[in-house]
């Protein structure tokens, strides 16, 4: 389902224009399917498409900290790729991201250790399961490096350069005299492309990164462009995995499931509009617990990506949960904590919420079947994204801070 238009109108009155009412009945299709089917599909987001990306460089350059950096996995993690061991494997290991396992980051063997030639890497790792190719090098690039791109383009696939550990030569630089952080790092930037060019390679861009923290230098850059470069669903797919600290990532997610609720609303609004035979109209709350659940993985929220956060962080566990707002966050979701939260929500917003809701609930229990109009839908999980977007933004500030502080220390 593509998730372009936008519609006229929204809030209250909701007024979907004839070109998402198009888009949805298009998606529909012939109804074979049940709305709540079609909606339950969107929402939750079965994330079944794949990306797959390939991680190479030279032993000891950073690529498994590279792997379980963009996981957000902590380095002893068990399901870390295993990082500071000399490579002596020669297969490529598969580590899916722990919330969206149709993202694979594939670290193989440095193209130097395996002693083969660049075309026979690339065959003897079955390239074409990739997506696109990530070179990475602790120091300047080298003719195998160089050697791999021009094999890989001939492939017809993309790859990227990326120079690690600059923050090593940060602190290295740092002890001179007259140091700055912008000089040093044009400089290993500008080291890096001519090493590429001296191989052959012309005016390519180099990402600088460190491992370590990959909230700085361009860690998130390189997201972005790969994102660009990226067909329509793995773009999605790569943004719903990235890490949450990376700049921007949080409103980019944010958007991303804006769309994907006034579509949502939409589709309500046409089978409303326009009963279609077999369609339902309601939307109810297991629809409503399936997208916040969505929500909460995206962002990372869950008890497992906060555990993972602590390991990686060192802040602990109960420090990440104490900066908690939303009591969405950290839990399990179930319709008995979404009309829990339904119902303490302020006056004002409980006010256009909750109206609907109210008159579903009896004065005893909650009926599980509960449906909501396309308007308060809208309403619902608008507000269920904004407090989840704002609880992950006080985890990456809570983390910045815990760096910045560890950074003025060295
Ligand atoms: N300071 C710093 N150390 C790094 C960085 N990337 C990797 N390392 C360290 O370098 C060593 C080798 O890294 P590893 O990921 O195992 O490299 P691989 O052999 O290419 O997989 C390990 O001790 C890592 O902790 C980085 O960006 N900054
Ligand atoms: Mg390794």
């Known amino acids: 389902m593509s998730v372009s238009p ?5 809030g209250e009155n909701l007024k979907a224009d004839p070109e998402v009412i198009q888009a949805v009945q298009n998606a529909m299709g012939n109804n074979t399917e049940t709305a709540e089917e ?3 599909e969107y929402l939750e987001f079965k994330s079944k498409v794949p990306l797959n990306i390939a991680i190479t460089g030279g032993s000891g350059n950073g690529k498994s900290s590279f792997v379980n950096a963009f996981r957000g996995v902590d380095d002893d993690d ?3 790729s295993p990082t500071g061991v000399k490579e002596t494997t020669m297969e490529v290991k598969e580590y899916p991201h722990p919330n969206y396992p149709n993202v694979i980051i594939s670290d193989l063997p440095g ?3 395996t002693k083969f030639p660049a075309s026979k890497y690339l065959k003897l790792f079955g390239f074409n399961k990739f997506d696109l190719f990530i070179i990475i090098s602790a120091d300047r690039f080298t003719e195998n490096d160089a050697k791999l791109a021009k094999e890989i383009d001939k492939m017809k696939k993309k790859f990227y350069f990326v120079r690690s550990k600059v923050d090593v030569d940060l602190q290295n630089e740092q002890r001179k005299k007259n140091f700055s952080e912008q000089k040093t790092l044009a400089e290993i930037r500008e080291d890096c492309v001519k090493s590429l060019k001296q191989h052959g390679i012309e005016s390519q861009q180099v990402f600088l990164v460190s491992n370590h923290h990959i909230h700085l230098y361009d860690f998130s ?3 972005e462009t790969l994102q660009r470069d990226l067909p329509d669903h793995r773009k999605d797919a790569l943004l719903l995995a990235s890490p949450s600290i990376f700049p921007g990532i949080i409103e980019k997610k944010k958007k991303f499931f804006r769309y994907q609720i006034w579509f949502l609303t939409a589709l309500s609004s046409v089978v409303a509009a326009a009963p279609l035979p077999g369609l339902s109209v309601g939307v109810d709350l297991s629809l409503l617990v399936g997208a916040v659940t969505h929500y909460v993985f995206a962002f990372a929220l869950d008890i497992s990506s906060l555990r993972r956060t602590a390991a990686r962080t060192g802040i602990s566990y109960d420090e990440l949960i104490a900066v908690l707002k ?3 966050a950290a839990k399990e979701i179930t319709k008995e904590l979404i009309t829990k939260v339904i119902l303490q929500l302020p006056g004002a917003t409980k006010v256009i919420v909750a109206e609907e809701v ?3 609930i009896p004065l005893v229990g909650i009926p599980m079947s509960m449906t909501f109009s396309a308007a308060t839908t809208y309403n619902l999980l608008k507000l269920f994204l904004d407090m989840l977007a704002e609880d992950a933004q006080r985890i990456s500030d809570r983390i910045i801070t815990d ?6 220390m060295l």
């Open 326 to 328: 939303s009591q969405l």
């Open 403 to 408: 760096k910045c502080r560890a950074r003025d």
């Open 78 to 80: 068990d399901h870390a």
């Open 221 to 223: 850059l390189l997201q």
């Open 358 to 360: 109210s008159k579903f």
């Open 38 to 40: 079609k909606l339950r």
């Open 111 to 113: 193209i130097g250790t």
């Open 6 to 10: 936008r519609p006229a109108v929204m």
